[in-house]
């Protein structure tokens, strides 16, 4: 995202590249690159044979023994890792010592020279005039010149110890847990500290190892004077996880998610309660934010693994860092709703757009908030990469504010963040800790490893951390303030550092993290080095990598490719045996016997309609509506219709044109009700019951409702009424003036009202059986009219509800026209008259006549 004030700009993959260090540093430990493992080793694990410095690989594992042990720390060893609660691996700080000369060894080639002549440090000759130095071997580095070198990058012979590296398909999870008590907003006031800016980073020793952070800034030194093409391809060629790229969603990040969601057991798109049951109900949406986000990788991945269930809110900046909706294709957009803010201009900084987003977020949830929020924000640091931290610490903060806002209670959050070695950062660190019931910083292996990128996964938001939330509000706000009033000042210090150092739990939990994940940067940092240095070098675990880890994560081993499906083939990947639907047409209601058509009024339920005709619609993906042409048996692209729909989605229903507002203020808009539905982004619905499958359909409209009530074309379900409370919809008839002034009939309800056409009749038993309630009991039970038997609902195999083809075959239509009698017309020969139809409703006996 990029800040108009700031130069921030939003990256949700913003380590496709290394940046270079603007810091000057004479000592470089890349300078000498690890080499394959010599059979001459010391006591500290490491030798000099032939110039080179080489580290035993045993040596080096003992030393990660220790690091792994420390990280899953028990109970008897707390006060030791208090005292040093890291042990830094200083094989990686003998990288600096300067490499030896070569010695030339004992050997027979030598004692023949001396004979013909060769004295040491004299050339060959009769006057000693040879050369006295080797011919070296070409230095060239791609299209550097032969006369360019680069001393961080040679010797040029150098190479690649792998056993320093340590590459897994599950990466580990270490949780801090807090069950401390809440804190309180007059407390927390007290700890913001105001100062000069302070961007030394270097001094910023207090949660990491000092000789740690000075091999951290001073490693991109190396990469200075490549060209970004040398770079990229040493990257390129040395990260195992490189070929995962994108896998089949728009960009990198989407796949980040996928891992991350993956290694959490699925807490984002299945979250669930400390008790272990699910926190979406069967007939929910799952709710989520993506904040900060364009282009929207990580909202691509949540609506591909959750489909229409989920309904999702984005935020971030307009322009070049919007949300590219179109390029969804693993994931259909319809049921994600972008959001800019009172400003809309994304900006997250600006506390009315923070508050104008949580209104909308509760307004669209009942209320309750987000089941999770991802933040994604990135900027752009040209020239001040290694202090990358200091400048993100207003957009740290922001997505935390953001997140305690809109997050439900026992909800969860993930967030991208760079380097944590500031008191700033700590004490973000340290409040989300106390906001939420435990916390984990994790670098999953689809983020590169030579980047200081890392996430914080916060699970099972407390409900007392309103005071924390209130606190980062102030904060932010007192922020924007200095920018404006002393721009050379700043927040430096948000909780005390006696605070920090004094949680044990928490202080020793962030050094370990911090020096863990800082150490995995020297040693990719260094591999990336020698990777530039020869370019023979291969790293060949990049296909089993790619292989494992998608299984791992389950997202399909695929190209990227959207889906272009036409009408026909997407209706075989919905309808198998019920293809003959379409070309059901409804049967025409008139004057007749009706007692040999509504057997059981407990069979049928009604819908009043607002237009004479109804058609069948199919959705290929956002606003891709086909109609079926029962003429000509085929789809046709409607265009009138700008509603969005999820491809595979077929329902049944009518365009009505909605009214809001009368007389001169009287508005007109175009709106897509539902009757009934056959499949729902490819879940074939078409076998529930017909109220399961309206309350299905209830949901996904549900879903793709905008909040901001902007739509110009909403979907609706049709409000069903039975059969017996028909009366109630000719009672809600209503009268409406035109604009014209002309009187209108119309039905209302709370968002809008329409004219009706007609009423369809859908008979939601199957045939055979009928549906009557008993007198003495007044529960349901059915008949067989073929044996005469009646049966309770649980005794009857396979069930006494009709699916879409059952009920399209029986389907009537009672169309409103004159001498109907809903506004006291006089019956009209061939037309059903109201009156006659309540008479009969009135008159039906609720049990069957004995023969």
């Not at 909308?360 to 040209?382: C, E, I, N, P, R």
Request: glycine letters at 6%; one cysteine or more; charged letters at 25%.
């Amino acid at each position: 995202m990029s800040f108009p004030s700031s130069n921030l700009s939003d990256s949700s993959d913003d380590d496709d590249f290394i940046e270079p260090n603007t810091l000057e540093d004479q000592d470089n430990p890349f300078q000498i690159a690890h080499t394959a493992s010599s059979n001459n080793e010391d006591s500290s694990g490491s030798d000099e044979r032939d110039g080179l410095l080489t580290i035993n690989p045993d040596s080096y594992r003992d030393d990660q023994t220790a690091r792994k042990r420390l990280l899953s720390v028990s109970s008897s060893e707390e006060e030791i890792v208090a005292k040093k609660p890291y042990v830094y691996n200083e094989r990686i700080n003998e990288l600096a010592a300067p490499n030896n000369l070569p010695v030339l060894s004992d050997n027979k080639g030598r004692s023949l020279m001396e004979k013909m002549g060769y004295r040491p440090g004299q050339g060959l000759g009769k006057h000693a005039q040879g050369r006295v130095d080797p011919v070296e071997a070409s230095r060239q580095r791609g299209r550097r010149g032969l006369g360019l070198t680069i001393p961080e990058l040679d010797p040029a012979d150098l190479h690649w110890d792998s056993s320093m590296e340590v590459v897994e398909v599950v990466e580990p999870v270490e949780w801090l847990n807090c069950t401390q008590q809440p804190l309180e907003l007059n407390r927390v006031r007290s700890w913001m500290e105001e100062g000069r800016k302070d961007h030394n980073i270097e001094k910023m020793t207090d949660f990491c190892d000092a000789k740690l952070l000075s091999n951290i800034l001073k490693g991109k030194n190396v990469f200075d004077h490549l060209s970004a093409e040398e770079l990229f391809k040493s990257r390129s060629r040395s990260n195992p996880f490189e070929t995962l790229k994108s896998g089949i969603f728009l960009n990198r990040a989407a796949l980040k998610m996928a891992n991350i969601d993956a290694v959490f057991d699925r807490m984002f798109t299945d979250p669930k309660f400390e008790d272990g049951s699910p926190m979406v109900g069967k007939d929910d949406l799952l709710y989520f934010a993506d904040v900060c986000a364009g282009p929207g990788g990580f909202s691509e991945y949540v609506l591909w693994r959750r489909g229409w269930c989920s309904k999702g809110f984005g935020f971030t900046l307009k322009g070049d860092c919007d949300f590219k909706l179109h390029d969804f294709f693993a994931g259909s957009p319809e049921t994600f709703e972008p959001y800019y803010g009172v400003k809309e201009d994304g900006n997250v900084f600006d506390p009315e757009n923070i508050r104008s987003l949580t209104k909308l977020v509760l307004k669209g949830t009942d209320g309750l908030g987000v089941h999770f929020m991802m933040a994604d924000g990135g900027f752009s640091v040209d020239g001040q990469e290694n202090i990358q931290e200091i400048l993100s610490k207003q957009l740290y903060l922001c997505q935390f504010l953001v997140a305690l806002n809109i997050v439900r209670n026992e909800g969860h959050f993930v967030c991208k963040l760079f380097d944590l070695f500031s008191p700033f950062s700590a004490g973000l660190i340290y409040l989300m800790q106390r906001a939420f019931k435990s916390i984990s910083i994790f670098k999953p292996n689809t983020s590169r490893p030579a980047n200081s990128e890392r996430y914080i996964i916060c699970k099972h938001k407390r409900s007392d951390s309103g005071p924390i939330r209130d606190y980062m509000f102030e904060i932010n706000k007192r922020i924007h303030e200095l920018k404006l009033e002393d721009p050379d000042s700043d927040v430096n210090s948000i909780v005390p550092m006696n605070v920090l150092m004094g949680d044990e739990q928490f202080y020793n939990y962030l050094v370990r993290s911090n020096n863990s994940l800082g150490e995995r940067q020297v040693v990719n940092l260094i591999k990336i080095s020698a990777f530039c240095r020869d370019h023979q070098l291969r790293e060949d675990r990049q296909s089993d990598m790619r292989r494992l880890c998608l299984k791992s994560w389950d997202v399909p081993d695929r190209p990227r490719a959207s889906d272009r499906s036409p009408p026909e083939e997407v209706m075989r990947r919905i309808l198998t045996h019920e293809r003959e639907v379409l070309t059901l047409k409804p049967n025409k209601l008139v004057p007749c016997d009706l007692s040999k058509i509504f057997k059981s009024v407990y069979d049928w339920q009604t819908v009043t309609l607002g237009s004479p005709e109804l058609n069948f619609y199919l959705g290929l993906g956002r606003n891709k509506v086909y109609r079926w042409n029962s003429k000509n048996c085929s789809w046709t692209r409607d265009s009138t219709i700008t509603a969005e729909l999820n491809p595979g989605t077929l329902i049944y229903g009518e365009v009505v044109k909605e009214l809001k507002g009368e007389g001169v203020a009287l508005t007109r808009m175009n709106a897509l009700h539902i009757v009934d539905g056959i499949a729902i982004g490819y879940e074939n619905i078409s076998n529930l019951d017909y109220s399961e499958r309206m309350k299905k359909l209830q949901l996904y409209c549900r879903a793709l409702e905008r909040v901001q009530g902007d739509s110009q074309f909403p979907v609706r379900t049709k409000p069903v009424t039975e059969f017996l409370a028909l009366n109630d919809v000719f009672k809600s008839l209503t009268v409406r003036c035109s604009k014209q002034m002309q009187p209108t009939l119309v039905i209302e309800n709370e968002q809008y009202s329409f004219q009706p056409k007609g009423i369809a009749f859908i008979n939601t038993t199957k045939e055979p059986w009928l549906t009557y309630i008993s007198k003495s009991t007044g529960h349901k039970y059915f008949m067989n009219t073929k044996t005469g038997k009646s049966e309770y609902p649980n005794r009857i195999p396979g069930g006494t509800s009709a699916g879409v083809k059952e009920c399209m075959e029986r389907f009537l239509h009672w169309q409103f026209e004159e001498g109907i009698g809903l506004q006291h017309e006089n019956p009209v020969e061939g037309v059903l008259h109201k009156d006659a139809l309540l008479e009969f409703i009135f008159k039906v006996p609720a049990t069957p006549t004995p023969k």
